[in-house]
Each structure stands twice: as structure tokens, then as C-alpha cells.
Nanobody, 118 residues
Framework: QVQLAESGGGSVQAGGSLRLSCVVS????????VGWHRQAPGSERELVAR???????DYAESVKGRFTISRDNGKNTVYLQMNDLKSEDTGVYYC????????????WGQGIQVTVSS
């Protein structure tokens, strides 16, 4: 069974940095595309960044140039480095993964809180 373990959330002042980690287990990691989504109170969940089993990446326009997603296949871990954080980055962040060979049965993490204050 695919499971995700998220860590790295917390509270930071505007302009600061955080690094989120997502450890993926129960699958052949290289075949999994992994993404981070976030949801602010009263808002819909939105894609922040995603990365393929290789190194192709995609980012929401609002985080381009500030966030970097990467993966370590030896550790089955995806990282989201968040720099120059802004108050609008506040929300619950969810790791998500799906198998590129099958698609259609994504797994979601429980979510971790990120709070950015001025």
C-alpha cells in the first residue's frame, strides 16, 4: 500500500524559508510522479509543484522563482524548498503521488500546516 510521510511545516516570517519533505513508500518510487498541493481556508486546493520520476518539474505561476521541487530516488523522498515566503503561501500543504504506469489511483498525505506572518 502506498503511504506518504510529510514533514517540514511550521511558522515563518515573510521572506523566510521552509523545506517540506515527502517520503513515499509501498511503490517503485522511480515510476511515481509526486506533487505538492496547498489549500488555504475558504479556498480550493491548488497545485503548487510536481516532479516526474526523472526530473521534469512544473510550478504554479505564483511560486515560480521562489519554490524548488526535487527528488532523491535513493531515499524515496521529494523535497519542496520554499524561499522568500509570503503571507499568501499560508495554508495546509499536501503531498500527492500517482504511478505513471497506471494513473488514476493517487495517494494523498494528511497535510501539514505552513504559516507565513509579516
Amino acid at each position: 500500500q502506498v503511504q506518504l510521510a510529510e514533514s517540514g511545516g511550521g511558522s515563518v516570517q515573510a521572506g523566510g524559508s521552509l523545506r517540506l519533505s515527502c517520503v513515499v513508500s509501498g511503490t517503485i518510487f522511480a515510476y511515481n510522479i509526486v506533487g505538492w498541493h496547498r489549500q488555504a481556508p475558504g479556498s480550493e486546493r491548488e497545485l503548487v509543484a510536481r516532479i516526474t520520476g526523472g526530473s521534469s518539474t512544473d510550478y504554479a505561476e505564483s511560486v515560480k522563482g521562489r519554490f524548488t521541487i526535487s527528488r532523491d530516488n535513493g531515499k524515496n523522498t521529494v523535497y519542496l524548498q520554499m524561499n522568500d515566503l509570503k503571507s499568501e503561501d499560508t495554508g495546509v500543504y499536501y503531498c500527492n503521488t500517482d504511478d505513471v504506469r497506471t494513473y488514476g489511483s493517487p495517494t494523498w498525505g494528511q497535510g501539514i500546516q505552513v504559516t507565513v506572518s509579516s
